[in-house]
């Protein structure tokens, strides 16, 4: 089925990433125009640019500071004179696990601006081109952390959750206003894709153990742990005006059907307390 996402201006958040640096790829198949964000892993994507087939514009920028994120948009639209879908994939991760109780007022601020804020600065910037050029819709990345908490990531989980629902759902119903439904334009729309665990390369390692890859899909209907371009595929349906033409506000889990998280090991409990 034809995407109709040929010659579309995408504009990719973290491109240098597992995940995305597979959405760029699956938009260079769909042959669209990418802009292809990073804030320092710009040998990444020089490597990636040189692997796809199609025009690129590369961009760095802090996504935290809104001078950056304005600077961004404007490199964008020099070279395109547009954005039509925007991917607000770019993001950031603890992986140590901090009990709610022991997270520090540092690491709470910092875990909002990198996932939350700059998201917010990201979105913000590319309404504004929106209410310009009366389209566009946009795919905010965010975690199964959104849906079903992650235990020792309290700061991550409300963060992504907060895109996930507040951002998305308000987003989506004044980018209808900006853009609006016409006989022959769907309307602006905005959703959101909450990826579980992922084999991507921050996650290698921690997936080359057994008993975490059992603990992880014992939550799944489909107990397999999800690759890059299962998001990918997801990303190209949502921004796709023609699959996706009637879809808004809505929060799509990539996760296998999981139904939430492994909280006890057998182990753990008292079956005779129960």
């Not at 920028?61 to 770019?90: I, M, P, Q, W, Y």
């Not at 590319?126 to 209410?131: P, Q």
């Not at 020792?152 to 989506?172: E, I, P, Q, V």
């Not at 939550?219 to 796709?240: G, K, V, Y």
Request: net charge positive; charged share 20%; hydrophobic share 45%.
């Amino acid at each position: 089925m034809n995407s109709g996402l040929a010659g579309k201006v995408v504009l990719v958040t973290g491109a240098s990433g597992g995940i995305g640096s597979a959405m760029a790829r699956a938009f260079a198949n769909e042959g669209a125009h990418l802009v292809l964000h990073y804030c320092k892993s710009r040998t990444a994507v020089e490597l990636l640019e040189r692997e796809l087939a199609i025009e690129c514009l590369l961009a760095q920028a802090d996504l935290t500071r809104e001078t950056e994120v304005r600077r961004l948009f404007r490199s964008a639209l020099k070279r395109f004179g547009r954005v039509d879908t925007l991917v607000a994939n770019a993001g950031a991760w603890i992986s140590k696990d901090v009990p709610l109780h022991k997270i520090s007022l540092r690491q709470w601020r910092q875990t909002v601006d990198q996932v939350l804020t700059s998201a917010f600065l990201t979105v913000r910037e590319f309404m504004a081109v929106v209410a310009r050029q009366k389209r566009g819709n946009a795919v905010l990345i965010a975690s199964t952390a959104a849906i079903f908490g992650e235990a020792g990531h309290a700061d991550y989980a409300s963060a992504k959750a907060a895109m996930a629902f507040g951002l998305t759902r308000t987003a989506k119903n004044e980018i209808a206003r900006i853009a609006p439904h016409t006989s022959k334009y769907c309307g602006g729309r905005v959703n959101c894709i909450c990826p579980g665990w992922t084999v991507v390369p921050r996650t290698k390692a921690e997936l080359r153990n057994a008993a975490m890859v059992r603990k992880v899909t014992a939550t799944m209907a489909l107990p397999q742990i999800a690759r890059a371009e299962d998001i990918a595929n997801a990303a190209i349906f949502l921004s796709s005006d023609t699959l996706a033409r009637h879809i808004t506000g809505q929060a799509l889990v990539v996760a296998g059907g999981m139904e939430g998280r492994l909280l006890w090991r057998p182990e753990e409990t008292d079956p005779s307390i129960a």
